[in-house]
């Protein structure tokens, strides 16, 4: 198993710019989530999926948006980049049992936008 | 909304014991979480705790619990120099999308 890879790991945008990051996860997970980490600040949730198709807002999901046509893959798209935009992505994913439910994490997209 | 805080730094010299403390406010999440992050890496699961327990030891580690203070603290006994990462605490909130609540992130230098 590969678990959860990202691409690409580091990308430079200018203002104005789109692209987007890809998530895929080879563990049959239900859920998906996409974080955000800036300095000092933990990681904030801006989007997540509980299955194909379905997608809902995080704490932070202006400027982004997210599909999930498969089980496995949930990219973010970044319209209209600004500076702000500029942090580490990270896309996890994760099944739910019966008892604590470990989030599984990729190596994270380090995005600058200047 | 919820919160969970931590303090940003830790400094321990190796063979030392490291505590790193986390505060929560969400009292009815059936897991707390303590993940570690080395550094360029995304985030690994190191351990967790059930809120109905007051302590949990997984070799070098020690989870504590205080429901009644909402405080959480992981101790990393005998600490090495690859013990040297971020930590964060998590919270799982209890809507059913198993999503969490991240802290601020301790980030841990042990100096030999």
């Known amino acids: 198993n590969a678990g959860v890879t990202q691409t690409p790991k580091f990308r430079i945008l200018k203002i104005g710019q789109s692209m987007t990051l890809q998530c895929t996860q080879d563990?049959?997970?239900?859920?998906m989530y996409w974080y955000r980490q800036d300095p000092g600040m933990g990681l904030k949730l801006i989007y997540y999926?509980?299955?194909?198709?379905?997608?809902d807002k995080g704490e932070v999901p202006n400027g982004y948006n997210v599909s999930r046509s498969t089980t496995e893959d949930f990219p973010l798209r970044l319209e209209l980049a600004a500076p702000s935009q500029t942090s580490v992505y990270f896309c996890?994913?994760?099944?739910?049992?019966?008892?604590?439910?470990?989030?599984?994490f990729g190596p994270g997209t380090r995005l600058t936008v200047t | 909304g919820e919160d969970v805080e931590q303090s940003l730094f830790l400094s321990v010299r190796e063979g030392d014991s490291s505590v790193i403390n986390c505060t929560y406010t969400?009292?009815?999440?059936?897991?707390l979480y303590w993940y570690k992050q080395e550094p360029g890496a995304g985030l690994q699961l190191l351990t967790y705790?059930?809120?109905?327990?007051d302590m949990k030891q997984d070799q070098r580690l020690t989870v504590l619990l205080n429901k009644k203070d909402k405080h959480l603290s992981l101790r990393i006994a005998d600490t090495q120099t690859g013990d040297s990462a971020i930590y964060f605490c998590?919270?799982?909130?209890?809507?059913?999308?198993?999503?969490?609540?991240f802290g601020t992130g301790t980030r841990l230098k042990v100096l030999a």
């Open positions: 996890a994913s994760t099944t739910p049992g019966r008892g604590a439910s470990e989030q599984y």
């Open positions: 563990m049959n997970h239900n859920y």
């Open positions: 999926s509980v299955g194909a198709g379905i997608t």
């Open positions: 969400d009292s009815s999440s059936t897991y």
């Open positions: 705790i059930f809120s109905n327990m």
């Open positions: 998590a919270e799982s909130d209890t809507s059913g999308t198993y999503k969490y609540i």
